[in-house]
């Protein structure tokens, strides 16, 4: 799983493996997107595929923030 603070606040969590051959996916502020290293396929916030090779996004999580900021509480 990675988790990514995409500012003010909010946190989003995605599984970290690439669905085209398993390498972790990194998360790129500046584009606030995700991007295999192996092979270049890249994802939304979303996770959405939004370039191949991959053909099958990454699985998306429920991350929230505990008022006091806390706790993280990621579940599926
Ligand atoms: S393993 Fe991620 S693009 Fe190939």
Redesign the pocket.
Same mark, same amino acid.
Do not use: I, K, R
């Given at each position: 799983m990675i988790i990514a603070n995409v500012g003010s606040g909010s946190y989003i969590a995605l599984s970290k493996k &690439?669905p085209?051959? %398993?390498?972790s996916?990194e998360y790129r502020p500046d584009n606030n997107d995700f991007r &295999?290293p192996?092979? %270049?396929?890249e994802f939304a916030t979303s996770g959405a595929v939004t370039k191949s090779?991959?053909t099958s996004g990454l699985t998306v999580f429920k991350a929230v923030l505990s008022t006091d900021k806390n706790t993280l509480t990621v579940s599926s």
């Open positions: &690439c085209h051959q %398993g390498t996916v &295999c192996n092979h %270049g396929s090779p991959a």
